[in-house]
């Protein structure tokens, strides 16, 4: 680990007991505003009575979203002011929402990832890979290994570009606008080879069940060395624009403190747990694929502010390109998906030969494969935290209920306690170190 | 399909590693409290189930009845490599509410509002029981499978066609 995930100026307020009380509370001292919309209207709209209060003249509802520059999409924030000071706010979301649990019930397992793909568009292959990996379960199948150490690569990369693309954005609204053009310049390199393997930029419907959709192209290595020799440079003058400047951390340090048990109890996971620091990742300690066959760090901060949730995924993209060095060296041979005639249609050379081997292609991408009844729970380690699928079969070929739990959608609850007591000022930074991506937290 | 097992006096099913409990309704606070009790730190997801279209499902055990919603909610622990478990309690269509799990994983308060806002299950108790992804006036709860898959009106469709 480097010295700038050791964040943190010595006099950055740490909370001084470790207690969560402040998330239970539901009076007027709760960080919360708890309005529905037509409520927060009324207020916003009648200055002539405000809300009680002792200093009830100065306080004033204030909506900000949900088209604003710095809210990342369409998140609207309902904030109660009180001069420049934010006491209680409320994240009001559903503007991207397009109902993607229910269409999910009327696609194929097959068509599954194309529609889950499109809700992290910033991370679309961890979603594939949950639910890639819940129907995996329930069929009951393995995947060989080099579909799962392809996964893996092309997750790692994913999360690289994600945090890459959290560097633009983060330094985008904290008025570091030359960061913006750097972290997308970088993301862009990442998103290259993505064409080159998936082809599509985003949105790959690369993973699905039973392995990914093709194998990796001739010398893939070598565009992999590339980005290895690239990438790490830049991140170094990352750190000499962002990490070691003044203005940078002041605008960030001790800003949006979160304690380690108020993050538990939010059930809030990914970068902003660890920056309490407190290390979970379920990568390390819930292995999947084959995250126990390589050697990486978990990178955790110690102050819960929003410069470790800056450092954190900084280091993060160095994370996961030493993960990616490891598995160019151990990726095996072999198939790239699943040999299992149920899920994975014949080869083409057979379709000629073989009258059975052509019905079963055409009932694989009509009807679609049939999954046993049952219910499970697959998680991943998004770069937003813990993506889960919930998926129920009821033994057809289509999922019966098909639930995603977004880390976006979760991680905003702190969106209210992080801004407490701050400037609005401070509520941009608060924001972008959240780095919510709208198209999870809505669906 | 049930072994028998009972956890937290309530029964258990262990299917490919997943440990579930199924609580009744009336044990729902307290099965958590004892979750939590015993080192469960994390309420990780709460979502729910309509399984109207589907009521002949086997994979419940003998002991529990059939209902037509399902509120699955799913529970970690960060001890020893972290342990996780679901809980599946069975809601009535007739009284289709749950008290709110608010005071004990107040993390769960934006779920509770989506499962609200789209199956329509009410939580007692919850201290902002709004709806969360759809308008506020929005009539219905679109996660309900006898609300129909939307369509884009097209042209012509349902017009007569000569053949």
Known sequence: ?443 | MSDGTVLYGVPVVETAGQVVLHPRVDQWLETVSALKADGFCMAIDLTAVDYSAHPGRTNLPDDVNPERFEVVASFISHVDGGRRVRLRVQVPEGDPSLPSLFNIFPGTEAMEREVWDLLGIAFDGHPDHTRILMPEDWVGHPLRRDVPMGRIPVQFKDSPVSR
């Open chain 1, 1 to 443: 680990m480097s010295d700038v995930a050791t964040s943190g100026l010595d006099d950055a307020p740490v909370s001084d007991s470790d207690s969560a009380e402040r998330i239970f509370r539901l009076d007027e001292t709760s960080a919360v505003l708890r309005l529905s919309e037509a409520e927060a209207a009324a207020l916003a709209g009648n200055s002539e009575d405000p809300p009680s209060g002792d200093s009830a003249d100065q306080r004033m509802i204030l909506n900000m979203g949900p088209s604003h520059p710095s809210t990342h999409g369409v998140l609207r924030l309902i904030l109660e002011m009180e001069g420049e000071t934010v006491l209680r706010s409320k994240p009001v979301i559903g503007y991207l929402h397009t109902g993607m649990e229910k269409t999910a019930e009327d696609l194929t397992y097959l068509q599954g990832p194309t529609n889950v793909t499109r809700m992290d568009y910033a991370a679309p292959l961890f979603s594939e890979l949950a639910f890639s990996m819940a129907v995996e379960q329930l069929l009951g199948i393995e995947v060989p290994p080099r579909a799962t150490w392809i996964r893996m690569l092309m997750c790692e990369l994913n999360r690289a570009a994600s945090h890459l693309l959290f560097q633009a954005t983060n330094g985008m609204d904290l008025g570091a606008v030359s960061m913006m053009i750097y972290g997308w310049r970088e993301r862009e390199e990442v998103l290259r080879f993505f064409e080159k393997v998936t082809g599509l930029r985003m949105n790959h419907n690369y993973i699905r069940p039973g392995g990914v959709a093709a194998d990796l192209p001739d010398g893939w290595q070598k565009d992999i060395h590339r980005l290895l020799e690239l990438i790490p440079p830049r991140l170094d003058e990352y750190d000499k624009l962002l990490t070691g400047q003044p203005i940078f951390r002041k605008r960030l340090q001790g800003v949006g403190v979160l304690t380690p048990a108020e993050a538990l109890a939010l059930s809030t996971t990914g970068p902003i747990l660890r920056s309490t620091g407190y290390a979970w990742d379920l990568r390390r300690d819930q292995p999947y694929l084959a995250y126990d066959q390589v050697e990486f760090d978990v990178i955790v901060g110690t102050h819960g502010d929003a410069f470790d949730r800056y450092a954190i995924r900084l280091n993060e993209i160095r994370e996961s390109l030493r993960i990616v060095e490891q598995i160019v060296d151990l990726m095996p041979d072999g198939d790239y998906r699943t040999q299992d005639k149920k899920v994975t249609p014949p080869p083409r050379a057979r379709i000629n030969e073989s009258m059975e081997a052509l019905i079963h292609h055409f009932k694989i991408f009509t009807e679609g494969f049939h999954v046993p009844e049952g219910e499970t729970y697959a998680a991943v380690e998004s770069p937003r935290g813990e993506l889960g699928c919930y998926m129920v079969s009821d033994g057809g070929p289509k999922p019966y209920r098909m639930h995603i739990r977004g880390p976006s959608f979760v991680n905003l609850q702190t969106l209210p306690h992080l801004m407490e007591g701050g400037l609005i000022a401070d509520g941009v930074a608060v924001v972008s170190s959240v780095d919510p991506i709208m198209g999870e937290v809505d669906r």
